[in-house]
């Protein structure tokens, strides 16, 4: 009985943090990607030439994603001590990738982390030729931070669902019910309206701004 109750209080405590972990990483994925949008306007406003104002909103955005990456390897840490409190075979010492891999969770955590790593780098701006149009490498990045980064969006919601707890996960079980990503968003959307008009007018506005972004090309500052 003693076990069980320490078992559970661990599961619970690494849930916890798990979700405290994540929610850091998601702010500073959405600050970045603010940011982003800011030095993509102020670069255009120079007429791509980069200046103190656009550099210093890039080492921002870099500042905010090593934030973001370093949230997102403790959240795989607690990932993993979440299964382990859970009865899963988990072997304690065993390298961070393994483990990862063990659980199930590498590429969760990896593509997280490559999303992050999409990030206009200070001092380096070059020109890409798309369908004969010619567009800043900045402008490039920002249109993919903003369209990649709305996965934490997602994540964030269900993460934080209470249907997504870790005491729900043996009933979901004897019920033959995976709590996986899709099940808990759709059950979320269903039930919440807010969150649906929410999730609307966030994808409506950011696909609208990036449809601005291809719509000005570098060498044709004055048409849109």
Same mark, same amino acid.
């Given at each position: 009985a003693d076990d069980?109750?320490?078992?559970?209080f661990l599961a619970r405590r690494a849930g916890a943090n798990l979700r405290w972990w994540f929610n850091l990483a998601t702010f500073a994925a959405i600050g970045g990607a603010m940011c982003g949008i800011a030095q993509s306007e102020r670069l255009w406003v120079s007429r791509g030439v980069s200046d103190e104002s656009s550099e210093g909103l890039k080492w921002i =955005?870099?500042?905010? $994603?090593?934030i973001g990456v370093a949230a997102? =390897?403790?959240?795989?840490t607690w990932s993993i001590k979440l299964r382990r409190a859970q009865g899963d075979f988990v072997p304690e010492g065993e390298r961070y990738y393994l483990s990862l891999l063990r659980c199930e969770l590498y590429g969760e955590v990896a593509s997280f982390i490559f999303i992050l790593c999409l990030i206009p780098l200070p001092s380096i701006n070059f020109a890409i030729n798309v369908w004969d149009a010619t567009y800043s490498s900045d402008a490039c990045a920002v249109l993919l931070m903003l369209l990649l980064r709305l996965a934490f969006i997602a994540k964030f919601l269900v993460i934080n *669902? %209470?249907?997504? $707890? %870790?005491? *729900?996960q043996p009933y979901a079980r004897g019920c033959n019910v995976a709590l996986s990503w899709r099940f808990v968003l759709?059950?979320?959307?269903r039930e919440s309206l807010p969150h649906v008009v929410g999730i609307w007018m966030l994808l409506a506005c950011t696909m609208a701004y990036c449809i601005t972004l291809a719509e000005r090309p570098q060498d044709g500052w004055q048409t849109l």
């Open positions: 069980v109750v320490r078992q559970r =955005i870099l500042l905010s $994603s090593m997102m =390897i403790e959240y795989g *669902n %209470p249907l997504y $707890s %870790p005491r *729900n759709v059950v979320r959307l």
